[in-house]
């Protein structure tokens, strides 16, 4: 169905069709009324997150999954066993897909570093598009991404769920209010117990490495905070803790420290861990006034003379939430013809990964594979996508 389709169907649910249901008192009608305005979803990428999003996404009132496609046809055949009731058609082919069945938008989660060759094709199709963060592992391929979501006429929403997460939402509402005053200072922190060394977040063409993959949530964050102004420049360094022979590729730093200079001299302060003891484990985003604090993470507000208030839901230590809004977001965007910006779109990705690209390129050198600090500039990125 596509987005004209979709809109006359919203109208007829809304006029005839609900009337009529209703006036004949035909539960059989009223249930095609219902089944009118379906949205009908495939998926390329059928991993971990498109597992989890595609077990999200068949509990969704009003959707039906009509194709789901993998390169591995293990991973096609359990995301139709995941989706069976509603018989979705498997692919190893996202273009054949594409072109063979009509679908109202379109799932992306493969790996950072096919987003672009997955994500474009739909886009070029003016099939609606969510795919999961970061945008890219490479400013090259980022703005070929830019380019195509620019020129759609579809929705392009990017996974960044903490925009649909309201703790988030209530904390950084309270902060652009402007009731606060000025920010004086931004602090990130997210360490992990587990420690990487393989699979493809470690690879730097398909991963990007662990500031790219990952740390693309915070810096998202803190890129909302600041409305989506950019860093003026980054210095930073990084290492590998971890036994790595001499000759092999370029692999992920495993822990990192970075200061990004917003205008205005706003500093943001991030330190990543993929090491530490279980107690020490931590996701932490801390935004300073001179007089106040803000906790986004537990959504609290502090103030001086140790005042505290509870702004929005508590996110503990659920890095998931906002995941179920941010789909249910998507389909309704859909189901109401795509007019909607999404919170989490190209423009707001763009900075968040272009942030990780500079952190990134302030710590390391990928071509030599050595961990040379220098600072970067915004301008140093490269990027042809400015707006
Ligand atoms: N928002 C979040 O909190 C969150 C959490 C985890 C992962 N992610 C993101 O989700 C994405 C996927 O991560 P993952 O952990 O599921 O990876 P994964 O390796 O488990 O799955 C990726 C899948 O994509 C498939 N694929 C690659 N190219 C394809 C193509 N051309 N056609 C069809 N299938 C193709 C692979 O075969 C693989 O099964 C990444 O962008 C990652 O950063 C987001």
């Avoid at 570093?113 to 609606?128: C, D, Q, W, Y």
């Avoid at 007019?339 to 710590?363: D, H, Q, V, W, Y």
């Amino acid at each position: 169905m596509n987005r004209s389709n979709l809109a006359r169907r919203a109208f007829l649910r809304k006029t005839a069709v609900g009337a009529s249901a209703l006036a004949l008192g035909s539960a059989a009608k009223a249930r095609a009324a219902a089944r009118s305005d379906e949205v009908v979803l495939g998926f390329i990428g059928c991993g971990g997150r498109g597992s989890t999003l595609l077990q999200k996404i068949v509990r969704t009132e009003g959707v039906r999954v009509a194709a789901v496609c993998d390169l591995r046809t293990e991973r096609v055949a359990a995301a139709q066993e995941t989706a069976r009731r509603f018989s979705p058609k498997g692919y190893t082919n996202f273009e054949e897909m594409l072109d063979k069945e009509k679908l109202d938008g379109v799932i992306v989660a493969t790996e950072v570093g096919n987003h672009a060759k997955t994500a474009i094709p739909v886009l070029e199709r003016n099939i609606h598009c969510f795919c999961e963060k970061p945008l890219e592992t490479t400013v090259e391929r980022m703005d070929a991404f830019v380019r195509a979501a620019r020129k759609s006429k579809a929705i392009c929403q990017i996974g960044f769920q903490r925009h649909y997460n309201d703790g988030y939402v209530k904390a950084i509402e309270k902060i652009h209010s402007g009731d606060l005053g000025k920010i004086a200072f931004l602090q990130g922190q997210w360490s992990w117990v587990w420690e990487i060394g393989g699979g493809w977040v470690a690879d730097m063409d398909l991963g990007g490495g662990e500031l790219v993959e990952q740390a693309g949530h915070h810096m998202d964050v803190m890129a909302w905070v600041m409305k989506y102004q950019h860093p003026i420049d980054c210095v930073a360094m990084a290492n590998i803790s971890r036994e790595i022979p001499a000759d092999s590729k370029p692999t992920s730093e495993d822990h990192a420290g970075l200061l990004f200079r917003f205008p205005g001299n706003v500093i943001f302060s991030y330190t990543h861990l993929f090491f530490c003891p279980e107690p020490f484990q931590l996701e932490r985003m801390l935004v300073y006034g001179q007089t106040w604090g803000i906790d986004l993470v537990k959504s609290e507000l502090y103030l001086k003379g140790n005042k505290t208030e509870r702004l929005g839901e508590d996110s503990g230590t659920d890095w998931g939430k906002g995941t179920n809004e941010e789909l249910e977001a998507f389909v309704e965007n859909i189901r109401s013809g795509g007019k909607e910006k999404p919170r989490s779109n190209i423009e707001t990705a763009r900075i968040a990964t272009l942030m990780c690209f500079m952190g990134r390129a302030a710590f390391r050198d990928v071509k030599s594979n050595k961990f040379e600090p220098r600072l970067v500039k915004w301008e140093d990125l490269g990027s042809t996508t400015e707006p």
